[in-house]
Nanobody, 123 residues
Framework: QVQLVESGGGLVQPGGSLRLSCAAS????????IGWFRQAPGKEREGVSC????????YYADSVKGRFTISRDNAKNTVVLQMNMLKPEDTAVYYC????????????????WGQGTQVTVSS
């Protein structure tokens, strides 16, 4: 059974860090492009960061550039989103998704989705 599971969310103070992981079962993540998306209350889901499998290229939304880093841990069949200098506006449910080999910010192009992990940035 193909499954994606996010972990690492939680409550953190502004300026803090969290490390989100996207783990796969039933398939090998390094063959797929992975996207991290987030959805805040009352807002549409948006693309945060993506990584391709074809060439390792990455994408970051302007709002997270310089603060978030996406990377692969192929030995663990996971993709990690390191989030530093967190802000209250980063509060959202974070989802990972998998598709083809090339990243996209268009959610409909992703084939597999996790259930999400809550990130709350608050003092």
């Amino acid at each position: 059974q193909v499954q994606l599971v996010e972990s690492g969310g939680g409550l953190v103070q502004p300026g803090g860090s969290l490390r989100l992981s996207c783990a796969a079962s039933g398939f090998t993540l390094d063959y797929y492009a992975i996207g991290w998306f987030r959805q805040a209350p009352g807002k549409e889901r948006e693309g945060v960061s993506c990584i391709s499998s074809s060439d390792g290229s990455t994408y970051y939304a302007d709002s997270v550039k310089g603060r978030f880093t996406i990377s692969r841990d192929n030995a663990k069949n996971t993709v990690v989103l390191q989030m530093n200098m967190l802000k209250p506006e980063d509060t959202a449910v974070y989802y990972c998704a998998a598709r083809g080999t090339t990243w996209s910010t268009i959610m409909a192009r992703y084939d597999y989705w996790g259930q999400g992990t809550q990130v709350t940035v608050s003092s």
